[in-house]
């Protein structure tokens, strides 16, 4: 009961602004897109990658009406945190759905000890937030490069075990990195977004940044289940398999270094009255 005035004068808000039904068009063709393109994983025939084929089309073409526009190419500002939100998911979601396989099937460890990693990891994401967290002034481009970098550590550690050059308890070393890699700087891309949006944006901006973790981390979890897929069928080694995952996702992580400086935009700074940068010290404070 004491919740309904608010209530009231929300809806009040809402109706008041106008809404492009379109969007809602556009947010169902991302959702087939994203069903068809996780569908390989399961399905790796000429139907299945025709699906796939079609659902990436079509995920692509409602991502591009509902990010915000330059997202695709790093725009400085809120476009590039959302493009680096997806890049940063994407890795780190597609490998970490083969971490507990790759040391049952090519070390037959037990579940519960080729789950441990996960479990590392998070605790590792865990410290690397809270670290972040008690920076006083941090750069926020620094430590997204440095999660990129931390990220792509792991996927190189955990190929060399997957294809066993290293022993599988280097698994329960190397992979925690991928945590602190990911506490370093999928947290600070969101407080940059938070930092460079305004409040008339601040609800689709953040929309907008869930809407590409889930994308492309559907995107790499379905190229990581093809290759298992094949790996299943024969047509390659799992090894292969999976260090081609942890291969690709690493080399997507180098390949974004260079795009971290896209986080630094200069924006109003309604409490000092004056121009700050997004993303380094002295911006906003999240």
Same mark, same amino acid.
């Given at each position: 009961?004491?919740?309904?005035?608010?209530?009231?004068?929300?809806?009040?808000?809402?109706?008041?602004?106008?809404? $492009?039904?379109?969007?809602?068009?556009?947010?169902?063709?991302?959702?087939?897109?994203?069903?068809?393109?996780?569908?390989?994983?399961?399905?790796?025939? &000429?139907?299945?990658?025709?699906?796939?084929?079609?659902?990436?089309?079509?995920? &692509?073409?409602?991502? =591009?009406?509902?990010? @915000?526009?330059?997202?695709?190419?790093?725009?400085?500002?809120?476009?590039?945190?959302?493009?680096?939100?997806?890049?940063?998911?994407?890795?780190?979601?597609?490998?970490?759905?083969?971490?507990?396989?790759?040391?049952?099937?090519?070390?037959?460890?037990?579940?519960?000890?080729?789950?441990?990693?996960?479990?590392?990891?998070?605790?590792?994401?865990?410290?690397?937030?809270?670290?972040?967290?008690?920076?006083?002034? @941090?750069?926020?481009?620094?430590?997204? =490069?440095?999660?990129?970098?931390?990220?792509?550590?792991?996927?190189?550690?955990?190929?060399?075990?997957?294809?066993?050059?290293?022993?599988?308890?280097?698994?329960?070393?190397?992979?925690?990195?991928?945590?602190?890699?990911?506490?370093?700087?999928?947290?600070?891309?969101?407080?940059?977004?938070?930092?460079?949006?305004? $409040?008339?944006?601040?609800?689709? $901006?953040?929309?907008?940044?869930?809407?590409? $973790?889930?994308?492309?981390?559907?995107?790499?979890?379905?190229?990581?289940?093809?290759?298992?897929?094949?790996?299943?069928?024969?047509?390659?080694?799992? %090894?292969? %398999?999976?260090?081609?995952?942890?291969?690709?996702?690493?080399?997507?992580?180098?390949?974004?270094?260079?795009?971290?400086?896209?986080?630094?935009?200069?924006?109003?700074? @309604?409490?000092?009255?004056?121009?700050?940068?997004?993303? =380094?010290?002295?911006?906003?404070?999240?």
């Amino acid at each position: 009961m004491l919740i309904l005035p608010s209530l009231r004068q929300l809806r009040s808000t809402i109706g008041a602004g106008r809404m $492009d039904p379109r969007r809602i068009g556009y947010a169902l063709l991302t959702a087939v897109g994203v069903a068809g393109v996780a569908n390989l994983g399961e399905h790796l025939t &000429l139907p299945g990658v025709a699906v796939a084929v079609v659902g990436l089309a079509a995920m &692509l073409t409602g991502l =591009r009406r509902l990010l @915000p526009e330059g997202t695709s190419r790093f725009a400085t500002g809120v476009p590039a945190t959302i493009a680096f939100r997806g890049v940063l998911a994407g890795i780190f979601v597609g490998m970490e759905v083969i971490v507990p396989l790759t040391l049952s099937v090519q070390l037959h460890y037990s579940p519960t000890l080729a789950g441990t990693p996960l479990m590392l990891s998070a605790l590792s994401w865990a410290t690397a937030s809270t670290i972040q967290g008690r920076l006083r002034q @941090p750069n926020r481009a620094a430590l997204v =490069r440095l999660g990129l970098v931390l990220m792509a550590v792991a996927g190189a550690g955990m190929a060399l075990v997957a294809v066993r050059i290293l022993p599988g308890a280097f698994a329960f070393v190397v992979w925690p990195f991928a945590g602190f890699g990911a506490g370093f700087a999928i947290t600070s891309v969101s407080v940059v977004m938070l930092e460079c949006t305004t $409040d008339a944006n601040r609800g689709s $901006d953040s929309a907008a940044l869930q809407l590409a $973790d889930s994308s492309v981390s559907a995107l790499s979890a379905a190229f990581a289940g093809a290759l298992i897929a094949l790996a299943v069928n024969g047509r390659i080694g799992y %090894g292969s %398999g999976f260090a081609v995952v942890y291969l690709s996702m690493a080399v997507v992580g180098v390949l974004a270094v260079s795009r971290a400086s896209r986080l630094r935009v200069v924006a109003a700074s @309604p409490a000092a009255g004056r121009a700050v940068e997004c993303g =380094r010290p002295g911006s906003v404070s999240s």
